[in-house]
C-alpha cells in the first residue's frame, strides 16, 4: 500500500507530465470511484479545465484545476499510468483523462479502492471534507514531542495502531510505523498513553527523518506496492525491521518477532524495543 512517501514519488513523478495540461474529455468505467458526482456530471465539469498543480497532503493527490480541486486516494493498489498516444484500455484501468496534447493519464486500480472528488476551489483547501479532519505532518509547524503527548494521553490501547489514525499523524502506513517504532526504542503493544515526553520527542524525530529519508529515496518498493512511472523505490534496503521476520537485528542481532496488531503484521526487535 503506498504511504506517504510513495505518494510523493507519484505526484513528483507526474506534475512534469500533468501540470499545464488541459483536459479534454473523461472516460470512467467504473463510476463508483466518483464519490462526488454521477460520472457524466465528473466528465462534464471537468472538461476544458487545465490542471496548474498537483500537490500533496498526507496520502491525498490534490489536482488543482482553473475552477475546482479534484483530490484523489490510491487507497491500497492505485497506480497513474502516462500514454502519449491512445491505446486499448487495460485490465483494472477505471478512469481515463484524456488531454488536448494527445497524452492520456490512466487510473489503474486492482482492489477498487481508489476515489475521486470533485470541487469548487474553496479559500482553503484543508476546509474540504477528505482534508478537514486530518492531522498533522511531520514538517507541520507544531508537530513534536508535545503535540503527540496531547493526542496519545486519551489513547490507552497499543501505540502501534494509534501511528496508523490519519486524524494525528498523516502519512504513516504498516511499513513507517514499524520503523518508526524501532528508531524510537518503543515497543509497538506500549500504551501510547504510557509514553514519555522524552520518548515522544525522539518518536517525532524518527518520523520526520524516516519519512524525509524515505521521499528522498523514492519510497519503498516492497509487495504490490511500485511506482507506474518506471521509478523503484529504495527505502526497503533501509530497513530495520518491517519483514525482516527471524533474521538478526541490524543493532543488536536479536531475532526480529513478529506479531499481529489490530489485524496487521508488525515487526520488532525485543531487545532494542522492551
Not at 483547501?125 to 508537530?143: M, Q, R, S, V, Y
Not at 500504551?191 to 529515496?217: F, G, P, Q, W
Request: proline share 5%.
Amino acid at each position: 500500500m503506498p504511504e506517504l512517501p510513495e505518494v510523493e514519488t507519484v505526484r513528483k513523478s507526474l506534475a512534469p507530465f500533468v501540470e499545464s495540461q488541459t483536459i479534454e474529455d473523461v472516460k470512467i468505467y467504473l463510476p463508483r470511484m466518483i464519490r462526488t458526482h454521477d460520472a457524466a456530471a465528473f466528465r462534464r465539469r471537468l472538461s476544458g479545465q487545465t490542471i496548474h498543480t498537483l500537490s500533496r497532503r498526507g496520502k491525498h493527490l490534490i489536482w488543482h484545476l482553473d475552477e475546482d480541486v479534484l483530490i484523489s486516494h490510491l487507497r491500497m493498489e492505485g497506480k497513474f499510468y502516462i500514454v502519449e498516444e491512445d491505446v486499448p484500455q487495460m485490465s483494472h484501468e477505471h478512469v481515463r483523462i484524456l488531454f488536448t496534447s494527445g497524452r492520456q493519464l490512466i487510473y489503474h486500480d486492482v482492489r477498487t479502492f481508489g476515489t475521486f472528488d470533485l470541487f469548487a476551489k474553496p479559500q482553503d483547501i484543508l476546509t474540504l471534507k477528505p482534508l478537514a479532519n486530518l492531522g498533522l505532518e511531520p514538517w507541520d509547524e507544531g508537530f513534536d514531542g508535545t503535540y503527540l503527548k496531547r493526542q496519545f494521553d486519551r489513547r490507552h490501547g497499543p501505540i502501534k495502531p494509534v501511528l496508523l489514525d490519519q486524524t494525528i499523524i498523516l502519512g504513516l502506513g504498516n511499513i513507517y510505523a514499524d520503523e518508526v517504532l524501532f528508531c524510537a526504542g518503543i515497543h509497538p503493544k506500549r500504551a501510547a498513553s504510557n509514553i514519555s515526553l522524552k520518548r515522544l520527542e525522539s518518536l517525532a524525530t524518527c518520523i520526520h527523518d524516516i519519512l524525509s529519508k524515505a521521499i528522498l529515496m523514492g519510497g519503498t518498493t516492497i509487495r504490490t506496492y511500485e511506482n507506474s512511472l518506471g521509478i523503484d523505490g529504495m527505502f526497503q534496503n533501509e530497513l530495520y525491521v518491517h519483514t525482516l521476520e527471524n533474521e538478526p537485528c541490524r543493532i543488536c542481532d536479536t531475532p526480529i518477532k513478529r506479531i499481529k496488531l489490530s489485524g496487521r503484521s508488525t515487526y520488532y526487535c525485543p531487545t532494542c524495543q522492551h
